[in-house]
């Protein structure tokens, strides 16, 4: 289906108010033709009674004129006030629409896009959607609706003269319009193609600054947004010469218009047919008319883009659901990965290859590797964020006689159990856990909305964050700012340990918790974290490289492309395992 009628299908709730707004539109717009029409010959016929000495009705003229005034003046308040309402409603429902269609999808196709064009199309696609009613839209159906009120009003001049002006009107509403779009589509789609770019290439440069210093290759990414930002301009302004020429030729029409009227009018009215008093409200008649269509070169120039961020915004959308679970709620119990092989949606080369790990209740398991190796993966597939098909799986002969291959929670399959359920018994940390623009208390209640102040300072003064917030002003209604900055890169990282101990979830699954700490930091926490785990009977999937750590696992995986290669504890792996040791003194 085409993405502009899927469009006006979404904007259907708001359909009421566009009407009301768009007939008020036309009603300003038919006021606004009146008045001048009635001041021009109001203002001829004072000019010829004042000069022959003849009398003239004065207020029945001037109260039409008073009275048209007042219908503009208040027209197009209203109609101003209606249609930003609806476009402000129709922003807000199209990014809820968006928004909750999208959740479901990620992270399954999160591999297909990245974080920053998914950001581009979510904000930026959907800001270009607001001109769709007020720019194109709009203009359209007011030019469409007001043409023929123009023509019937002036045939009771000169029908002659309705038919040029109809004919103007046409040329410049319509045909204008559509010849500027043929000329600007291919640019216009470019243009939009090319701001999503933009985004993607700051975004990640923004996230990647500090590596781009490291590595010193600032410059050569400074030249792609250079590269992508001419691109971009010279887009830019090829719209706007054509913008441009639209405007000087409709400004050459109307003149044009107006000539060819007069030369009709003149003869009339020495024939007589028409009184002189006509010609000046006709001439004002005919420039004010042009507004019923003099933004439908710039609707036409708009549609592109529009009709582009749409496509845009769909195509990702219309991505079929994954099957993330079932109705099982979830019970405590041993977690098991049997026989466990995957493959990333769409992907080709196997991640995770016949993984097989038993994690008790209560038991606190370490998976070390180098970077690739599919600790993350591993994670992420506990925490359901990716179904696991049969086909996925491919056991090895030997171990036909073991589970179905998958994971398994306390021997119910990852695959039937509710979303949710899963969600409120693992708790996950992984490396890029999300800080919001909000306060410290705001975040952490997003972890449990029902936490008291002294639950979460409890939970501070196991991550050690607890000195550092009394010290503040406001304390836990201190305000972040984006991700959380005004908080270092330790801190964001124990504000993100506490939002996952507020959880008070059955297991958790950390990865890197103590990045960017300290030692002396790192042993506290540790110290903490592990007498809160042996309280509360909790699981622990840990992903670190820090000896500190793995020192206090009951049992620590290795991994390597994929593969378990070695398990046990961390003095059994430092007494039998070469590559382990190699793993700690590398990192």
């Not at 990965?337 to 493959?343: G, M």
């Not at 785990?533 to 490289?545: R, V």
Request: aromatic share 8%.
């Amino acid at each position: 289906m085409n993405p502009l009628v899927r469009l006006m299908k979404l904007l259907k709730p708001q359909l009421p108010l566009m009407l009301l707004g768009t007939l008020l539109s036309i009603i300003t717009i038919m006021a606004n033709i009146g008045l001048l029409a009635v001041s021009g010959w109001f203002i001829t016929i004072m000019a010829i009674a004042g000069l022959s000495g003849v009398t003239a009705n004065y207020f029945t003229p001037a109260a039409i004129i008073r009275f048209l005034a007042i219908v503009r003046t208040a027209g197009r308040y209203a109609e101003r006030l209606l249609t930003h309402r609806a476009t402000f409603n129709t922003l807000a429902a199209l990014r809820y629409y968006f928004y909750t269609r999208l959740e479901p999808l990620l992270p399954y196709y999160r591999v297909n896009f990245k974080s920053a064009d998914i950001l581009a199309r979510l904000q930026q696609d959907i800001d270009e959607l607001d001109n769709f009613y007020l720019r194109v839209l709009l203009p359209a159906f007011v030019a469409i609706c007001s043409i023929p009120l123009v023509g019937w009003g002036v045939s009771f001049i000169s029908s002659d003269l309705a038919f040029v002006i109809v004919g103007a009107l046409i040329l410049v509403g319509f045909v204008l319009p559509i010849f500027i779009l043929l000329l600007s589509k291919k640019r216009a789609q470019q243009q939009a193609k090319l701001s999503s770019e933009l985004k993607v290439e700051l975004v990640d440069g923004m996230a990647s600054m500090r590596e781009l210093l490291v590595y010193q290759i600032a410059h050569q990414y400074q030249q792609s947004i250079n590269r992508v930002s001419e691109s971009y301009h010279r887009a830019e302004l090829h719209l706007h010469r054509l913008h441009a020429l639209a405007t000087a030729l409709t400004f050459i029409a109307i003149n044009a218009t107006v000539f060819a009227s007069l030369y009709l009018l003149v003869p009339l009215v020495q024939t007589g047919d028409i009184k002189p008093e006509f010609v000046a409200s006709a001439a004002l008649l005919i420039l004010v008319c042009f507004e019923t269509v003099i933004n439908m070169p710039l609707a036409c120039q708009i549609l592109p883009k529009v009709h582009d961020s749409a496509a845009r915004l769909f195509e990702i959308i219309d991505k079929p659901i994954p099957d993330l679970g079932g109705d099982t709620l979830v019970t405590t119990g041993p977690i098991k990965f049997n026989t466990l092989t995957f493959t990333y949606p769409d992907g080709h080369d196997r991640v995770l290859k016949d993984i097989d790990l038993t994690i008790q209740q209560g038991e606190k398991v370490a998976i070390i590797g180098a970077s690739g190796a599919g600790k993350s993966t591993l994670a992420n597939l506990l925490m359901g964020f990716w179904p696991i098909p049969p086909s996925n799986n491919t056991p090895n002969l030997d171990m036909v006689d073991k589970l179905t291959p998958g994971i398994t929670i306390n021997d119910v399959d990852l695959n039937e159990l509710n979303t949710e359920s899963l969600r409120e018994h693992i708790a996950l940390m992984s490396q890029n856990s999300h800080l919001f623009h909000a306060t410290i208390g705001d975040n952490l209640r997003l972890a449990n909305p029902k936490v008291t102040e002294s639950q979460m300072r409890d939970v501070c003064q196991v991550v050690g964050l607890i000195d550092f917030i009394d010290e503040l002003e406001n304390g836990f209604r201190t305000w972040l700012g984006e991700t959380g900055s005004g908080l270092s890169g330790g801190q964001k990282q124990r504000l993100c340990l506490a939002q996952v101990l507020l959880r008070n979830a059955k297991v958790l699954v950390l990865d890197e918790p103590t990045k960017g700490l300290d030692r002396h930091s790192e042993r506290t926490i540790i110290t903490n974290l592990f007498q809160q785990l042996e309280l509360s009977q909790q699981s622990l999937l840990l992903i670190t490289h820090k000896p500190l750590m793995l020192q206090k696992m009951d049992k620590i995986i290795v991994m390597d492309e994929g593969t378990i290669v070695a398990q046990g504890d961390h003095k059994t792996l430092m007494e039998t395992n070469n590559y382990y040791r190699k793993l700690l003194n590398y990192f």
